[in-house]
C-alpha cells in the first residue's frame, strides 16, 4: 500500500525510531544487554479501557499483558467495537459507555482511548470518580479553559493523570531526556519537533473529528521534543500556516472554520532559546515523528549524540515485564502503560504528569490563534507544579 493510502491504523503499525546503535566517534556506544526485569510488588492494578476505534488504542498499550494489571471492564458507544475490545483484552465485563463504567466500584483507573474532543470532559469524569486516569493524546482540545479545569481536578482529587504522548518514549527522545538532565546538553539554544502525517482524504472518525482539524491543536508528537527532553516551558510563539487547496479545508468545510492544513510555529523558551515545531498534513507521502536538539554542550539528531559528557548516563529505556509487548510508534506504548501503573503502584507522579501534558498541548492552541492572526506573536499560558 502506497504512504499517501495509508490510513491512520497504517500509520499507527508502520511508524517506527532507530533503536540504540553503534554509531562514529564521539556518538553514542551500543546499547548494553537488557537486565532481566523483576517485580517490585505482587499487587494487582484494577484497570478499565475505554475505546477502540480508528487506532484499536484501547488494546495497542498491553495492559491486558502487565502481570501488575487486572482488566476489570472495558467500553465502547458502539456495540461492535466493544465486543472487540473485549476481545483484545481478554475481559469478560463491559460496559455501554464510560459515564457506565466509572461507578464500578472495582476499577482503580481507567485508560480513556477515545475522541480527541473527549479527552479533557472524559479525563476529569474520570479522577472526580475517584479513578487514576490515562489518556491519549492531546490533554485537552482547543480549549485553554479545559486545560485549567483538568490541572484544578487533578489538584482537587490528588489522583494521578497522564498523557500517553508516545514521543517521549521513542529511543532518541527518551536519550535526549536522561542526557540533558545530566547535563550533556547546558541550556538548550534551539531544538526542532516534527510530525509529518500525510492525508490523501479525509480518515474517517468518531462525528468527524479529524476532518479539518487545526493541525497544532494536535501537537504533542512535536513538543515533547523539548518538553519531553527538558521539562522547561515555552513563554510565548509565532506561528504560520498553510492553506491547503484540499475540500475539507475549504471556508465552511470542517467544524472548526479551519483553514490550515500545515501549521509551524517557533516558540521562545523558558531557557532563552528558540524552538521549531510544527505539524504537517500536505507534505507528499512523508509520515515520520521525530526531533532534534542543540545546546551549548552537546547536540544529538536522532541517536547520534555529539557534545563533551563522557562518559554518558544509562540511556536505555526502562525494561518491562515479560510478555509485554513494546508496542507501535517507535515501541513507546509499552513504556508508556508501565510507566502509568508503576507510578500508581509506587505512589509517585507519573512521568507525564498533568503539567508536563499541558505544557506540550497548550502551546499548540495559542500556536494556531497566532497563525489565525498572520503569525502574531502571543504569550503562553503556563501550568506548572511549583505555582499549583
Known amino acids: 500500500m502506497a504512504e499517501d493510502e495509508m490510513g491512520r491504523r497504517d500509520f499507527v503499525e508502520k511508524l517506527g525510531v532507530g533503536s540504540l546503535a553503534a554509531v562514529a566517534a564521539g556518538g553514542l556506544a551500543a546499547e548494553a544487554p537488557k537486565q532481566e526485569w523483576k517485580p517490585t510488588t505482587d499487587r494487582k492494578l484494577r484497570v478499565g479501557i475505554v475505546g477502540y476505534g480508528v487506532c484499536s488504542f484501547g488494546a495497542q498499550f498491553g495492559f491486558q499483558d502487565h502481570p ?53 470532559r472524559h479525563s476529569m469524569l474520570v479522577l472526580n470518580s475517584g479513578k487514576h486516569s490515562m489518556t491519549a493524546v492531546p490533554a485537552v482540545w482547543g480549549s485553554v479553559e479545559d486545560a485549567e479545569k483538568l490541572a484544578e481536578t487533578v489538584q482537587k482529587t490528588g489522583l494521578k493523570y497522564m498523557m500517553a504522548e508516545t514521543s517521549c518514549f521513542h529511543d532518541d527522545c527518551y536519550a535526549m531526556r536522561q542526557i540533558y538532565k545530566a547535563g550533556g546538553f547546558g541550556r538548550l539554544v534551539y531544538s526542532e519537533g516534527e510530525y509529518y502525517h500525510y492525508v490523501s482524504a479525509p480518515i474517517d472518525s468518531y462525528k468527524g473529528w479529524r476532518i479539518g482539524t487545526p493541525p497544532l491543536w494536535y501537537p504533542t508528537h512535536s513538543t515533547a521534543y523539548y518538553i519531553g527532553v527538558t521539562g522547561k516551558r515555552y513563554t510565548s510563539v509565532s506561528c504560520v500556516g498553510f492553506k491547503s ?36 498534513h500536505t507534505v507528499f507521502s512523508k509520515i515520520s515523528e521525530t526531533g532534534r536538539v542543540f545546546g551549548e554542550k552537546g547536540w544529538m539528531d536522532g541517536m547520534n549524540y555529539r557534545g563533551s559528557m563522557r562518559p554518558l548516563p544509562d540511556l536505555k529505556r526502562p525494561q518491562l515485564p515479560p510478555g509485554v509487548p513494546a508496542g507501535g510508534h517507535g515501541g513507546s506504548h509499552g513504556q508508556l502503560m508501565h510507566e502509568f501503573v508503576m507510578a500508581i503502584l509506587e505512589d509517585r507522579q507519573p512521568m507525564i504528569d498533568v503539567y508536563e501534558s499541558l505544557a506540550m498541548t497548550v502551546p499548540g492552541i495559542i500556536a494556531h490563534q497566532s497563525a489565525l492572526k498572520d503569525g502574531e506573536s502571543l504569550k503562553i499560558p503556563q501550568f506548572d507544579r511549583a505555582k499549583a
Not at 463504567?101 to 479527552?119: M, Q, R, W, Y
Not at 484540499?246 to 528558540?274: C, H, I, M, R
Request: charged share 30%; net charge negative; aromatic share 8%.
Open 245 to 280: 487547496d484540499k475540500q475539507w479545508y475549504k471556508p465552511g468545510a470542517n467544524k472548526y472554520d479551519n483553514p490550515f492544513a500545515d501549521e509551524v510555529a517557533l516558540f521562545q523558551t523558558s531557557e532563552g532559546g528558540a524552538s521549531r515545531m510544527g505539524m504537517w
Open 68 to 120: 501488575n494489571v487486572e482488566i476489570v471492564a472495558v467500553s465502547d458507544l458502539i456495540p461492535a467495537r466493544r465486543e472487540g475490545l473485549m476481545k483484545a483484552c481478554r475481559c469478560e465485563k463491559s460496559y455501554e459507555s464510560l459515564e457506565l463504567l466509572v461507578k464500578d466500584p472495582k476499577i482503580e483507573a481507567v485508560f480513556t482511548a477515545t475522541d480527541a474532543p473527549s479527552h479533557a
